[in-house]
């Protein structure tokens, strides 16, 4: 055997050593946030679905959750590689969709379901958004990124003309939910707002006799709305057949099985999330008929082609399909 068949063995070897795309399969990485909207994921964890439907494609598939507060943060870790899909609102899928197209490309993925946001206040005097004052502060997940932040902005476009779209922004700060609640609740901070999601909402509707619904999310939307979506990079789509297919089946078994067994759902929720908050509130919230558990995304394009119109985003959708990867599971999502 002369030199160059020696190096050509040797770099054969060195080849078939190395992890093939087909080996990169049955990995994920799955970042969520705080609230019932990640039920889907939770019963998934919960009953380990994504694993059993990766063993129906021939794949053990290795997933690791991660728990991370405001969209800014979860798009940060999608785009550094430390997350493989990220758990956020429409706002935060069509900042970085609109970032990385032509390049990373994002897209969605799947939705979690429709769920009403209340943006809750404890303050008597305030019955409307337009009575809100100086004095007046709002927790949300991420300032001017999150789902929450954005429909707010939408809401004041409504009430004082596009051009007044931030109006309400310097009244806003970055509080994950569970905070935010636990100081409503108490009412011993200068918090004394909320635009707050599933379960934490419900609770500080009944924790304290203040506290009242200023704004509906639907009312904004003009109806229901997948508020909160998954979205992924495609590239870990395209590399990563097998475990994409494993975890959107394993989410469309979670939703039958919600829709199902709405207590299992409950007990998946306080399992995973090893909380204190009460079955029977979280019964009714999962049981609540404004809520939908489903994977194709409801009624996104209107905040979406808004976000284009205030300048927040570059290109313009012209179709929900724009921003949501093809795939049968939510072939009839808008």
């Given amino acids: 055997m002369n030199l160059t068949t020696k190096l050509l063995a040797l770099a054969t070897a060195l080849t078939l050593a190395l992890p ?32 059993k439907h990766g063993k129906k494609q021939g794949i053990d598939v290795d997933v690791d959750w991660v728990k991370l507060s405001g969209g800014a943060v979860v798009n940060d870790a999608l785009l550094s590689g430390s997350i493989n899909v990220a758990g956020a609102g429409v706002g935060p899928l069509m900042t970085i969709w ?11 993925i799947a939705s979690l379901g429709s769920f ?16 809100f ?17 954005r429909i707010l902005q939408m809401a004041a476009a409504k009430q004082w003309g596009v051009a007044e779209f931030k109006k309400l922004d310097p009244l806003t700060q970055t509080v994950p939910h569970p905070d935010a609640a636990a100081a409503l609740i108490a009412g011993k901070t200068e918090l004394n707002g909320h635009f707050a ?10 924790g304290n006799p203040n506290a009242h619904v200023v704004l509906d999310s639907y009312q ?43 207590e299992g759902a409950a007990d998946a929720y306080l399992r995973v999330n090893k909380g204190s908050v009460d079955r029977a509130l979280l019964l009714k919230v999962i049981k609540d008929p404004k809520t939908q558990f489903s994977v194709a995304p ?7 082609q808004f976000l284009h119109q205030v300048g927040a985003i570059k290109n ?8 949501f990867f093809a795939h049968p599971a939510i072939a009839n999502g808008s």
């Fill in 220 to 262: 904004v939307l003009g109806g229901p709305s997948s508020a909160t979506v998954l979205y992924a990079t495609e590239k870990y789509v395209k590399d990563n057949p097998k475990t994409y297919r494993a975890f959107i089946d394993a989410l469309v078994e979670a939703a039958q099985y919600i829709a199902a067994n709405p």
């Fill in 197 to 206: 999601a599933p379960p934490f909402q419900q609770l500080e509707l009944a």
């Fill in 98 to 108: 609109d970032r990385t197209k032509g390049r990373q490309n994002v897209r969605g």
């Fill in 20 to 51: 093939s795309k087909a080996q990169a399969e049955g990995k994920i990485r799955v970042a969520e946030q705080f609230g019932v909207v990640y039920l889907l994921l939770n019963v998934a964890q919960d009953q380990k679905l994504i694993e």
């Fill in 116 to 131: 009403p946001y209340y943006l809750v206040s404890t303050n008597p005097a305030v019955k409307t958004i337009a009575d």
């Fill in 298 to 304: 409801q009624n996104t394009l209107g905040l979406a």
């Fill in 133 to 149: 004052s100086a004095k007046d502060r709002i927790a949300l997940p991420a300032v001017t990124v999150s789902v929450q932040a």
């Fill in 316 to 323: 313009k959708p012209a179709s929900w399909r724009d921003y």
